[in-house]
């Protein structure tokens, strides 16, 4: 059974960082795309980082580039998502994903088929 936890939200002024964790079991980890979508109360649920299963290649939304990073540790079946320069328009539930998907979907949520029950960042300014 796959299983993803997520972990590392919290309230943080703005300007400050956070570093997400997503660790995955019951499955094998390396064979899977992940990513990190997030959704604002009464906002739909949006893109912010993916990374292909071998590291290689990482995507990130507009507004994540330049203050997210994400990245993976296969041997340990982690991923993370390094935010600096939060700003109050992060402050959303953040959802780590596992998928497979080819370049044109990987910033869909249609595109993963297992998700983890999001962890809350609270950006205030």
């Known amino acids: 059974q796959v299983q993803l936890v997520e972990s590392g939200g919290g309230l943080v002024q703005a300007g400050g960082s956070l570093k997400l964790s997503c660790a995955a079991s019951?499955?094998?980890?390396?064979?899977?795309?992940m990513a990190w979508f997030r959704q604002a109360p009464g906002k739909e649920r949006e893109f912010v980082a993916a990374?292909?299963?071998?590291?290689?290649?990482?995507y990130y939304t507009n507004s994540a580039k330049g203050r997210f990073t994400i990245s993976r540790d296969n041997a340990r079946m982690t991923v993370s998502l390094q935010m600096n320069s939060l700003k109050p328009e992060d402050t959303a539930k953040y959802f780590c994903a596992a998928g497979t998907a080819i370049t044109s979907t990987i910033t869909k949520s249609t595109a993963y088929s297992s998700w983890g029950q999001g962890t809350q960042v609270t950006v205030s300014s």
């Open positions: 019951g499955w094998n980890f390396r064979n899977y795309d």
């Open positions: 990374i292909r299963r071998n590291g290689g290649t990482s």
